[in-house]
């Protein structure tokens, strides 16, 4: 019967996994081991404990305080849908746990399934997760309020078919909005064309935009298909589209008002289907009032308005960037970054960033060329991030978020018993105030062992 236990378990489409009352896993289904687990682990010696889980606000979930709360009521059972973060895969899960006494000893019997591609059947409260937001994690990178702002914003618009403008800083993501809100939206199957209105002489934009016939100008040897046309049934991204001169102003006007193109140099209409995303990063209504924009355009185009925080404004995904930029330079160069020394981390949380992600990026990009041990250090920065920040910043708040750095890196680390560092470990003390209770359970580990820590590592 075990036998047969084991094949019928090992044939569920979900995860089962059986802990004692510690959590310590006694046995679990081929799913979880493949899906889960990610088929690196060894059911044995590994503990429920150790996976990293996030609500579906993306804070930090406590299994363990969970369960203790269910034991405190009296309760042997609760489920929730969770974030589960295993070895770098984020995965929409829904999570049962129910206890149950076999031979008078205590266990759990977890039940895991995997609802991560049934994203669009769900329906999530207010401030959680909108249509596709799952997908937009991956890809556009943030915990702040603010770009889950974004995240609700991209999934509102991606549901609707009007005109879309994107304004925001050189570097914050505006191009990336652009592709997820096509990506999200009924026109995915549909191209998604992208034009930069700034790279191209006015005439060359025209006959790009609207495409032109045979001997329109001199240089039209042949008849060309315009971007608009080519967008047909997809989306059109017009990048800096305030660079656009005041004639092509009218011109797109007309496109937006009644949905027709002329190609240059032919007078025949052409009917368009297209969904207009634009974007900018100057003031369209400082240009306005200096007559420069049509303010007719700016109101057909800016039906919903998308605003690209400033990386100043959300520091505290600084952390979070960094790790996903040094994870993504480690793939494509073939190198073992761990991540970056405390000086490296606290110039880059108090840099002012005026290029945004992009500048982020680009100097994780120089460390990697410098870098000689596993850790980047402050002199492997540009020398701009090293001269550190011209304006004042809230030391006391940086400081703190580095110090989440430290914990979370910790707390991501499987052999983290054997191996916290003191900075590790200061960190995490600073993140729960310094109480030792609260630490020791952020650690996962008894106050007595906590203690013992603080005493060997000189804290
Ligand atoms: N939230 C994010 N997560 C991960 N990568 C990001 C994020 N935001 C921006 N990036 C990356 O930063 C770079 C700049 O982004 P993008 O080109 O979308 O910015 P932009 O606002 O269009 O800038 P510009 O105004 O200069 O054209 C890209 O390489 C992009 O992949
Ligand atoms: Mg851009």
Redesign the pocket.
């Known amino acids: 019967m075990e036998k047969d236990f084991k094949a019928i378990a090992d044939s569920l489409p979900c995860g089962l996994i059986i802990t004692d009352n510690q959590l310590n896993i006694q046995y679990m289904n081929e799913f979880a081991r493949e899906k889960i687990f990610s088929g690196t682990r060894n059911s044995i010696h590994a503990n429920m404990r150790d996976q990293v889980y996030y609500t579906t606000d993306m804070r930090l979930f406590s299994m363990d305080d969970c369960m203790q709360n269910m034991i405190n009521q009296g309760k042997r059972d609760f489920h929730k849908t969770l974030i589960l973060k295993s070895y770098g895969d984020d995965r929409l899960v829904y999570f049962s746990v129910k206890g149950f006494t076999h031979k008078s000893s205590e266990f759990y019997i977890f039940n895991i399934t995997d609802i991560s591609g049934e994203m669009d059947c769900i329906t999530y409260s207010p401030g959680t997760f909108g249509k596709g937001e799952f997908i937009l994690r991956k890809?556009?990178?943030?915990h702040d309020p603010a770009?889950v702002e974004i995240y609700r914003m991209i999934s509102l618009a991606a549901d609707s078919e009007v005109n879309v403008l994107?304004q925001?800083?050189?570097?914050?993501?505006?191009?990336?909005?652009?592709?997820a809100i096509h990506e999200l939206s009924d026109r995915k199957n549909k191209p998604l064309i992208k034009v930069n209105c700034a790279a191209l002489t006015e005439t060359l934009l025209e006959s790009e935009l609207f495409g032109h016939v045979k001997g329109a100008f001199t240089d039209a040897y042949k008849d060309k298909t315009g971007k608009f046309e080519q967008a047909n049934g997809g989306t059109i991204f017009l990048?800096?589209i305030a660079e656009i001169s005041q004639s092509l102003q009218v011109k797109l006007l007309r496109v937006l008002q009644e949905k027709v193109i002329e190609r240059v140099g032919d007078n025949k209409t052409i009917k368009v289907d297209m969904r207009i995303v634009a974007?900018?990063?100057k003031d369209l209504r400082e240009l306005i009032r200096h007559n420069i924009f049509r303010e007719d355009l700016f109101y057909r185009l800016n039906v919903f308005n998308i605003k690209?925080p400033s990386l100043r404004e959300r520091y505290l995904?600084i952390p979070l960037?960094i790790d996903?930029?040094v994870e993504k330079y480690n793939r494509t160069t073939s190198r073992s970054v761990k991540g970056l020394s405390k000086e490296a981390m606290k110039a880059l949380l108090t840099y002012s960033w005026p290029?945004?992600?992009?500048e982020?990026?680009n100097a994780i990009e120089h460390a990697f060329v410098l870098v000689r041990s596993g850790l980047i250090e402050l002199a492997d920065l540009p020398e701009e991030i090293r001269k550190g920040p011209k304006e004042p910043v809230d030391k006391k708040e940086r400081d703190l978020s580095a110090s989440v750095y430290y914990a979370e890196g910790f707390r991501k680390n499987k052999n983290r018993r054997l191996t916290i560092n003191k900075e590790q470990l200061m960190g995490v003390l600073e993140m729960n105030d310094w109480n030792q209770t609260k630490t020791a359970e952020y650690l996962g580990i008894s106050r007595v062992a906590l203690w013992k820590k603080m005493k060997k590592l000189g804290i």
């Open positions: 890809k556009i990178i943030g770009i994107i925001g800083e050189s570097g914050t993501g505006k191009e990336l909005v652009a592709d990048d800096e974007a900018t990063n690209m995904d960037l996903y930029f290029g945004n992600i992009r982020l990026q």
